[in-house]
């Protein structure tokens, strides 16, 4: 499985306290999204307001895409949330 990130700004939506970002899985766009809880929880966002989301996310964005790209290449691209939960396991047992 081929996984690549395009450089492209998150979008966020404050009704789900998510930031969405696009992955190119085998050629094909999949929309992944990261919360709030896990970008105050492991990356530093000081709240779910927009401009403490995007500063976590652009100052931590190579841990983020690597643990996405270890949850999509999991489940086939087919989980497309990143929580904190997944964070914690992911970098207890992966991270390098």
């Known amino acids: 499985m081929q996984i690549q990130f395009p450089n492209e700004a998150p ?15 085998d050629g ?19 709240s779910p307001r927009l401009e403490d989301m995007i500063v976590a996310f652009d100052a931590h ?14 489940t086939r691209a087919q989980c497309l949330v990143l929580r904190s939960g997944y964070v914690r396991f992911y970098e207890a047992n992966w991270r390098n």
């Open 11 to 25: 979008e966020y939506s404050g009704r789900e306290l998510t930031l969405a970002f696009p992955a190119m899985v």
């Open 28 to 46: 094909q766009r999949v929309e992944c999204m990261i919360t709030a809880e896990a970008l105050e929880d492991h990356f530093g966002a000081a």
């Open 61 to 74: 964005r190579p841990r983020i895409e690597a643990a996405t790209r270890r949850l999509l290449s999991e």
